[in-house]
């Protein structure tokens, strides 16, 4: 992981919003994010060591939450192509699986919001 491009964000700052492309993977160096609705209410937070942004993996994928961050925050950042181009290098399988859950968790959230 060291090759990928680390990336700071400040206090509220926003790092995506729910609708943009999903065109990068973010793992959580330092710091927390909040996961933030469309009215603006909280409804999750993200620690330390995690990852976010997995809908990245999909081509086409896009935000369904918006991301803000909770203090300062040091994210290391992968994009789509890297991604995709690691799962494929340990397992093209790895991809088809991948896809297959995020598309499953994709619908889930929208039944929820709905």
């Known amino acids: 992981m060291n090759q990928f491009t680390v990336v700071k964000f400040i206090d509220e700052e926003f790092i995506c919003k729910s609708g943009d492309p999903a065109t990068h993977l973010y793992f959580l160096q330092a710091g927390e994010v909040e996961l933030v609705g469309a009215s603006g209410q909280v409804f999750g937070v993200i620690p330390q060591g995690q ?3 997995e809908t990245a993996i999909l081509k086409g994928g896009v935000r369904s939450a918006s991301i803000r961050a909770k203090g300062n925050v040091v994210c ?3 994009s789509n192509d890297q991604a995709a181009e ?3 290098s ?3 399988l790895l991809v ?3 896809e297959a859950l995020l598309l499953q968790q994709a619908m889930n959230n929208a039944i929820k919001h709905d």
């Open 51 to 53: 990852s976010f942004g």
């Open 76 to 78: 290391k950042v992968i």
């Open 86 to 88: 690691l799962l494929t």
């Open 90 to 92: 340990y397992s093209p």
């Open 96 to 98: 088809v699986i991948m």
